[in-house]
T-cell receptor, first 112, second 116 residues
């Protein structure tokens, strides 16, 4: 069956360190993978999109990798700040569909 | 408005009642999506509109759920004979449609539905 897995346990790190979040998927062949941030009581906010033929994408302190052989994406936040504390969701498209399938998200807590 | 808006922000209803949830997308966005999010889970796709028509309604869980977008802008999600299991946050998103590409979806704040 199709599955998107994100670490359900919260990730706690110290301010200034690099946070790395993992998204693994099975039985999908996505053309795109996206990462969203969600704060409590709010809708998800788009952060980055990476295509299947891209290995890595960067935006300011954010970096995403996409390994279609391992079926895994890693999401990195460098020089993390307490304001980065939120839940981070990965999302895949399924071929031919515009609807996104989301993982359950990983909560990141950055300690000052 | 600047972003996607949803009303009401909270809705409490009794089992068996009918509810309507409204979404105002970003002006000019042709695509509109409805998702449902339960506590501790990611959003779950319900239905996608391209203009006025439902291009993909494969995520609607059963025939108690229905959505419309009559003028290609505002959309209403309708739930008949609500059940306690319908309790969730209902999220709406909109996007420009980019030919040949995956468009960024902009989400509203959601409507928290509680069925007692």
């Amino acid at each position: 069956s199709q599955k998107i897995e994100q670490n359900s346990e919260a990730l706690n790190i110290q301010e200034g360190k690099t946070a790395t979040l993992t998204c693994n998927y099975t039985n999908y062949s996505p053309a795109y993978l996206q990462w969203y941030r969600q704060d409590p009581g709010r809708g998800p906010v788009f952060l980055l999109l990476i295509r299947e033929n891209e290995k890595e994408k960067r935006k300011e302190r954010l970096k995403v990798t996409f390994d279609t052989t391992l079926k895994q994406s890693l999401f990195h936040i460098t020089a993390s700040q307490p304001a980065d504390s939120a839940t981070y969701l990965c999302a895949l498209d399924e071929a031919g569909r515009r609807a996104l399938t989301f993982g359950s998200g990983t909560r990141l807590q950055v300690q000052p | 408005g600047a972003g996607v808006s949803q009303t009401p922000s909270n809705k409490v209803t009794e089992k068996g009642k009918y509810v309507e949830l409204r979404c105002d997308p970003i002006s000019g966005h042709t695509a509109l999506y409805w998702y449902r999010q339960s506590l501790g889970q990611g959003p779950e796709f319900l239905i996608y509109f391209q203009g006025t028509g439902a291009a993909d309604d494969s995520g609607l869980p059963n025939d108690r759920f229905f959505a419309v977008r009559p003028e290609g802008s505002v959309s209403t999600l309708k739930i008949q004979r609500t059940e306690r299991g319908d309790s969730a946050v209902y999220l709406c998103a909109s996007s420009l449609t980019i030919a040949g590409g995956m468009d960024t979806q902009y989400f509203g704040p959601g409507t928290r539905l509680t069925v007692l």
